[in-house]
């Protein structure tokens, strides 16, 4: 009881301050909603359907705008894209407002998550979606895998006008960030289409699959290519190793992340830059939320 006062305080607070007509009455029915079981609702987000008209797919996104969005009407913002929205659209909404809570740290931003397609699981999505081939991983060899181009052809053609269109963006300042499979993606998207965002963040990414094919399409790319217009960070944790730990993974994924950044490094593109770090006692679950704020902090921090 003592717990669900202090929230009906908070909350009649937070309407007094924001609709002080009407805050008593939107805060008895927030409180009799919230006792009646309903779902927890994330305020300030919206929810947009942008279905897949090439592969028939119903796919959402989910958008939170910066504070200042709508008293600056005449800003344009840079938009972070984020894969694997239903876990990671919330954490990055939080760390965003958390680390500027003492000052800007990190620059405002319009964030997007990408959702995975209505009526399929995660795993079914995210496996087909995310991976550049259809060789998928054994353990996994039933699923369908290797639609990630189709996929990225409908950011392109679908999401990114979508996006553009209702919000007042920076189209030059456009980040996609992707954590494990959508590291994978990330990194397709940049040795296919790098001009789609200006920043790829690759956080503990999936760069074993298929016999490491992501290697081979970074090397088709340097075969035909002078540069590489990019800003690049990518992050891992330290368990990411083969070990006894439970922790530990059956591939060296950190080995995989500091090839890639060696050979990207070796081109000597004028207009690439590669960061990465690798974050002690994390493993492949744990590291997603430190990750994500060394990923803010690196690819959109705050303008002087």
Known sequence: MRAFG?????????????CSNQADAQATQLQSASADGSPYVLQGTQVWAVPDPAS????????????????????????????????????????????????????????????????????????RDYTPTPNGPRNA???????????????KTQVLPFVEERFRTDPAHRVLL????????????????????RAY????????????????????????????????FMYIGAYEVPGDSERNTDVDMVGDLRSMERVLTSRDYPNLRVRS????????????????TRALMAVLPAQP
């Open 6 to 18: 202090l929230v009906a305080v908070l909350v009649t607070g937070l309407l007094v301050s924001a």
């Open 56 to 127: 028939g797919r119903d796919y959402e996104i989910f958008v939170s705008l910066p504070a200042s969005y709508a008293t600056s009407p005449n800003r344009r913002y840079p938009v972070l894209y984020v894969t694997d929205a239903d876990y990671a659209f919330p954490i990055i909404r939080q760390i965003a407002r958390r680390v500027n809570l003492n000052g800007p740290v990190v620059e405002e931003f319009i964030l997007v998550g990408l959702s995975y397609s209505k009526g399929d699981s995660p795993i079914v999505s995210r496996n």
């Open 141 to 155: 060899s039933s699923m369908l895998h290797g639609e990630g181009p189709a996929y990225q052809t409908y950011l």
């Open 178 to 197: 992707g954590h494990s499979y959508g590291g994978l993606l990330g990194a397709q998207i940049m040795f296919t289409d790098p001009g789609l965002f």
């Open 201 to 232: 963040v690759m956080g503990s990414p999936s760069f074993w699959f298929d016999k490491r094919h992501i290697m081979t399409m970074e090397a088709a790319y340097a075969r035909t290519h002078r540069d590489l217009a990019a800003d690049v």
């Open 277 to 292: 770090t690798v974050l002690e006692d994390e493993d492949h679950l744990t590291v997603a939320p430190v990750g994500f």
